[in-house]
């Protein structure tokens, strides 16, 4: 099946820690994107990335950092900066960026600060 | 103000009753418009995409701008509970541009 998975489903972090989602897709995608969802605010986006090795901050990169060694993997920390982290966040790639392409998401990872 | 409004609802309709979903918008440069479905703990998946002014139907879905009024909408005719879900508006101004989401409207479809 192709697709795009997340893991873990649901992530509980302590304070003062930091944590990694992981976020894998099989599509053959060159672009990838991470988003973050709390309730009644839509999608913000974090990060994005066009090709391997390189990506973009996106609205509210502060707290976050990515990496992009290869295609199918673009891993998303979340930094003990980030000062609200809690909250469901969405991985998403798309087939080309520069034309417009339907963005696939996976399932969400739900993060939870204790 | 944000840049993309939507009205977070719930709005409950009984089985069978034709939905309207809106979003109005603030940037006139916005030219292409989606509509997603999200159900609960799920990630949202493209229901609709429109490019500039219209409608466009598929199926019980019909999906129309008014780029004048910056205003879109999402009419489900004969609405399912399987309908029940959060609908999210999106909007960007170029095809390579980033998509800019509405909050959502969470959909109840009572049997």
């Known amino acids: 099946d192709g697709g795009i998975t997340q893991s873990p489903k649901y992530l509980f972090r302590k304070e003062g820690q930091n944590v990694t989602l992981s976020c894998e897709q099989n599509l053959n995608h060159d672009a990838m994107y991470w988003y973050r969802q709390d309730p009644g605010q839509g999608l913000r986006l974090i990060y994005y990335s066009q090709i391997v090795n390189d990506f973009q901050k996106g609205d509210i990169a502060e707290g976050y950092s990515v990496s992009r060694e290869k295609k199918e993997s673009f891993p998303l920390t979340v930094t003990s900066a980030q000062k609200n982290p809690t909250a469901f966040y969405l991985c998403a790639s798309s087939q080309i960026a520069g034309s417009y392409n339907e963005q696939f998401f996976g399932p969400g990872t739900r993060l939870t600060v204790l | 103000q944000k840049e993309v409004e939507q009205d977070p609802g719930p709005l409950s309709v009984p089985e069978g009753a034709i939905v309207s979903l809106n979003c109005t918008y603030s940037?006139?440069?916005?030219?292409?418009f989606m509509w997603y479905r999200q159900y609960s703990r799920k990630g949202p998946e493209l229901l609709m995409y429109?490019?500039?002014?219209g409608n466009k139907e598929d199926g019980r879905f019909t999906a129309q701008v008014d780029k004048s009024s910056k205003y879109i909408s999402l009419f489900i005719r004969d609405s399912q509970p399987s309908d029940s879900a959060t609908y999210l508006c999106a909007m960007s101004a170029n095809a390579g541009n980033m998509l800019t989401f509405g909050g959502g409207t969470r959909l109840m479809v009572k049997p």
């Open positions: 429109t490019y500039s002014s």
């Open positions: 940037n006139s440069a916005f030219q292409y």
